[in-house]
């Protein structure tokens, strides 16, 4: 029923859009700066002629452009006075100052864009594709005055989990010009699979690009092991130079920069496995880090870079750095004695000590070093950028000591999570990350000093749950048109229930254009308990701690558990989580009271090692010394099971009590976390 019921809305929408002609300030993602409503309206009845005032090469990109797009154009009467469509290069003072910004202007007899920058033109023409799209042949006069926040409006895509070939990358850049997003982000090498060609290392594509298991889980459940390419098991793929550099020219045609990354020093499980003399151990399957006390890492690392850069010509190159283990670097001799001819006084220092070295070599050939936040640990390196993606706080601290820095907070912009209800969307990573909470995201509020160092924003989109091209586009979109709202968008003019209209109807339109898209008019939103407070008996009683909540996730601390507050679908959000013990709390409810129920909900996400209690043991005291158990409650949802759960726990019956002790025991097979949020009695 849902489907139809949204094609139904949104059919309605857009012949009120086409017939009112009035509604063009809703029209477009991301939202113009300034929309002027004109009278009448421009019709394409007949190709349009087209006019391109611009140098030779960026005229014809454009015509080249148009020729591809169904806008219906005439190149042979450039001097038209009806029916055209005139694209002009000017430094007129009305055009924003922006290389990226235009001015479109659609009257009766044509239309006009102009800007400083070839790219202002392309997006001036994005904004018009838009509109065609919705409004058809009848376009409602209008000038349109716009230009982006931020520099800097990415999407990364992880491609080692799972292997996506190069038509699904270009279909993506496609949706990214028409959202005005201008930096696509690849993560080509990671434990899961090296997808770039490199010609000085074959091992590289003849093996660390394939392995049994068709997807990330079966890899990662059968022992994560690789294997020849022509193993007749083999599953994985990667790109050859001539498909990356199709990609590139392609992403460049979009006024696009793919930046590529090449993982370091960590998450090289891959590589490690076909030249384990990089490791500190010497042997495959030893760990995921370079060693960095062997000159032959650099030596390695370098001839990658160096054949990278002839692909790419990216200012910018990401060397990850996040998540290293630094562990076996404890007791290599090598990395030791590294440290100690360097003055390193740690594993932060001696990681610091590779980023700098690598971004040194990035600089003497021009370019510069972009890295996971991580590369702040041990002391920054000059002039690299940091991406900002454990929370907000290495792109902050960087900003306010005058580093650049790409915001992408795992908490609004990690696309892998669940995007509605857990327990019925497809599985997904652990994380919740509805439309609404990425669309109110502002990477450099106000008061964030160093705010001017933000160059923007990107979504990430890693792929350890997300085996196939459809699933993927369904965790893109819509989260994907809110990011560039995002990006594009100053803070002052945004409006959620605005946008979720022209999220509905761009949904509607990337289905149509062949887009697997989340169904948005069918969201079932936020968890219900989470909505309203809970009314019970034991709302703002003291509960005494037998076992302690972890440091990480004390939700509201000692008055959490009844503090009427209930959890998100997210655990992140008023659930209180105890690391390795039971919970083991004791309610008072300050006098004796007859009760007829105690229960707690707890939550499992398989993917962040938080489990539903082996088991619960309810115990009840008039005085607080002697208790009487009143119920035992088994589980029986696996813990096997990947996808997230939440179960209640609880007793009904007839007792009379002052104290309430509710015993959830930790599953020992699976240790990790138990999360609840609240003890209900009543
Ligand atoms: C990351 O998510 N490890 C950057």
Known sequence: MRPLRSLFLWAAAALCLAACGTASDD????????????????????????????????????TGYLKTTPLPIDTAEPDAAKNYLRLELSDDERIPASEEGYVLSVRPAGITIAARGEAGLFYGLQTLLQLHEQFGSRIPAQRIVDAPRF???????DVSRNFFDKEFVKKQLRMMASLKLNRLHWHLTDG???????????????VAAWRRGATWQQWR??????CRFDDPEASGGYYTKEEIREVVAYADSLHITVIPEIEMP??????LAVYPGLSCKGEPYSGGDFCIGNDATFEFLENVLTEVMELFPSEYIHIGGDEAAKTAWKECPKCQARMKREGLESVDELQSYAIHRIGRFLAKHGRRLIGWDEILDGGLAPDAVVMSWRGEEGGRTAAAAGHEVVMTPGGYCYFDGYQDDPTTEPQAMSGFLPLEKVYSYDPAPADMPGREYVLGVQANLWTEYIPTAEQAEYMLYPRLFALAEVAWCQPEGKDYRAFRERALRFTELARSRGYNTFDLAGETGERPESLEPAEHLAVGCPVTYATRWNGGYPAAGERALTDGLRGSWSYKECWQGFLGCD?????DLGEVKPISEVSADFTQWYSAWIWLPARVEIEVSDDGTDFRRIAVVE??????????????????GS????????????????GGWLFTDEIIIN
């Open 151 to 157: 520099a800097y409006r990415g999407l990364h895509l």
């Open 655 to 670: 007792e009379q009590a002052r104290y309430v002790r509710y015993h959830a025991i930790l599953n020992e097979r699976v």
């Open 266 to 271: 960590g998450h090289s499980e891959e590589v």
């Open 27 to 62: 029209a477009v993602i991301p939202h113009p700066a300034s929309v002027e409503e004109l009278p009448g309206s421009f019709r394409i009845h007949a190709p349009m002629a087209l006019s391109v005032e611009a140098p030779v090469e960026a005229a014809e990109a454009l």
């Open 192 to 206: 899961a699979g090296w997808r770039i060609q490199i010609d000085r290392y074959p091992l590289l594509t003849e």
């Open 221 to 226: 459940d059968g022992g994560a092991k690789y």
């Open 635 to 652: 589980n029986d949802y696996p813990d096997t099971a990947e996808r997230p759960e939440y179960r209640t726990f609880g007793w009904t």
């Open 583 to 587: 919970v083991d709390v004791t309610v």
